[in-house]
């Protein structure tokens, strides 16, 4: 295959929902040069100071309202997208944040999805503002840029296979 960015159609292609009910258009995901994700689930972090390579067994789930919208403070954020994401073994990803956030002093973090990712991808958001946000809102555009060739190696770190951080 050429190297390039792939396009939303290919990428979609790469692309499951975990959670069905989301009611989310594909149509709406679908970008010229990328895939709107969503947000499936959101995580306040603890108080605590964090350890480097300890466990984030101390997050709190934040339940929706009723219609479904997650109240979030001014601060950072863990989430789950709804997305099960498969990173081709020629291929990156980058996910960045849609601009409607941007535009609101919302934020996405993440890292590089390393060729040979597959799973259930968790991102910070942060909120340099309070918020509500939609469960299933389209919050970031993944991006996959593909190489010439594969790469030597692939993904095998502990986040492989990652699905929902439900307790």
């Known amino acids: 295959m050429p190297s390039g960015i792939l396009s939303g159609e290919e990428i ?4 499951k929902r975990a959670d069905e009910a989301s009611h989310v258009k594909l149509a709406e995901q679908i970008q010229p040069a990328g895939y709107d ?6 995580y306040s972090y603890p108080k605590t100071a964090y350890t480097l390579g300890g466990e984030n067994s101390l997050l709190q789930e934040i339940a929706p309202d009723r219609e479904g919208f997650l109240a979030l403070d001014q601060g950072a954020y863990l989430i789950e997208l709804n997305e099960i994401t498969t990173i081709p073994k020629d291929a990156i990803g980058i996910l960045l944040p849609r601009s409607t956030l941007l535009r609101n002093g919302l934020d996405i ?3 590089l999805f390393d060729p040979g990712y597959s799973g259930q991808p968790k991102v910070m958001l ?3 503002r309070a918020a509500k946000i939609k469960r299933f809102s389209r919050v970031g555009q993944l ?3 593909r190489s010439n060739e594969e790469f030597s ?8 296979g990652e699905g929902a ?3």
């Open 153 to 160: 190696k692939q993904y095998a770190g502990k986040y492989q």
């Open 165 to 167: 951080l439900r307790k």
């Open 126 to 128: 942060v909120c340099h």
């Open 143 to 145: 991006i996959l840029f």
């Open 12 to 15: 979609s292609d790469l692309v």
């Open 109 to 111: 973090r993440s890292a």
């Open 37 to 42: 994700v969503t947000l499936n689930r959101a």
